[in-house]
């Protein structure tokens, strides 16, 4: 039997409940984390508890709305009684908002993605960083996209607000680069999601890979020996 690669690593995922968030949860769980799962939808998650179960993995459930700041807040006191530290953070979560020409974007529309894709994940920098410090060797993965930095017409609100994450994900590597904190982040590429199915509803499912073909890049970057920081990684084809 190989060695699991993530032994008794606490990793917290935001965006669990289905997608790339659910893939990487239940990879990370086989490699032996315990994996703690945040999302909205309770129900959803208890499915993929269940899941990670059925495989022997050990998960925490946290139903949370991102664009809640006050519960962002609360989690790092509440997940240092439980663990005491947080070895992995996967910031995955996000939403597409609305495609269109920016001087017709709703400005409700505007502030509801920034407030998941860029405010909840600095929030989440804020209230985890302590317990990151006590972990000794603490991995950040925060999910970005080509968009943006291709910044194609139209996506003005996931595009800019990704490009946004990007700048913030670079900022708390070079703050930590003394530190035993890694901060990087991966583009996974097109993947058959819900969020893609929003955004190129015609588009043949079939033809694209499954969340669960790009998670080795996510365990590789979060294991103990990798030193990599403030860099952008994309799966190998």
């Given at each position: 039997?190989?060695?699991?690669?993530?032994?008794?690593?606490?990793?917290?995922?935001?965006g669990a409940?289905?997608?790339?968030?659910?893939?990487v949860?239940l990879?990370?769980?086989?490699?032996g984390a315990?994996?703690?799962?945040?999302?909205?939808?309770?129900?959803?998650?208890?499915?993929?508890?269940?899941?990670i179960?059925?495989?022997?993995g050990?998960?925490?459930?946290?139903?949370?709305d991102?664009?809640?700041?006050?519960?962002?807040d609360?989690?790092?006191?509440s997940?240092?009684?439980?663990?005491?530290?947080?070895d992995v953070?996967?910031?995955n979560?996000a939403?597409?908002?609305?495609?269109?020409?920016?001087?017709?974007?709703?400005?409700?529309?505007?502030?509801?993605?920034?407030?998941?894709n860029?405010t909840?994940?600095?929030?989440?920098?804020?209230?985890?960083?302590?317990?990151?410090?006590r972990?000794?060797?603490?991995?950040?993965?925060?999910?970005?996209s080509?968009?943006?930095r291709?910044c194609?017409p139209?996506?003005?609100?996931?595009?800019v607000?990704?490009?946004a994450?990007?700048?913030l994900?670079?900022?708390?590597?070079?703050?930590t680069?003394?530190t035993?904190?890694?901060v990087?982040?991966?583009?996974?590429?097109a993947?058959?999601?819900?969020?893609?199915?929003?955004?190129?509803?015609?588009?043949d499912?079939?033809t694209?890979?499954?969340?669960?073909?790009v998670?080795?890049?996510?365990?590789?970057?979060?294991?103990?020996?990798n030193?990599?920081?403030?860099?952008?990684?994309?799966?190998e084809?």
């Amino acid at each position: 039997m190989s060695e699991l690669k993530l032994k008794d690593r606490i990793a917290l995922i935001t965006g669990a409940s289905r997608g790339l968030g659910r893939a990487v949860a239940l990879r990370f769980a086989r490699e032996g984390a315990h994996v703690v799962l945040l999302a909205r939808n309770l129900s959803a998650l208890g499915q993929v508890d269940d899941e990670i179960r059925a495989i022997g993995g050990k998960a925490s459930l946290l139903p949370l709305d991102l664009a809640d700041g006050q519960a962002i807040d609360a989690l790092g006191p509440s997940l240092y009684e439980r663990f005491g530290r947080l070895d992995v953070l996967v910031g995955n979560a996000a939403i597409l908002g609305t495609l269109s020409p920016l001087p017709h974007i709703p400005s409700a529309h505007w502030e509801r993605v920034f407030a998941i894709n860029v405010t909840a994940n600095w929030r989440l920098i804020r209230t985890l960083d302590p317990l990151l410090r006590r972990s000794g060797a603490a991995h950040v993965i925060f999910v970005t996209s080509g968009v943006a930095r291709s910044c194609r017409p139209y996506w003005a609100p996931y595009s800019v607000s990704k490009a946004a994450l990007e700048a913030l994900a670079k900022t708390y590597a070079n703050e930590t680069a003394s530190t035993s904190i890694k901060v990087n982040l991966v583009d996974p590429g097109a993947m058959a999601t819900r969020m893609r199915a929003e955004a190129y509803p015609g588009e043949d499912r079939a033809t694209l890979p499954p969340p669960d073909a790009v998670t080795g890049i996510f365990v590789s970057l979060v294991t103990t020996e990798n030193e990599a920081t403030g860099q952008i990684f994309t799966p190998e084809p």
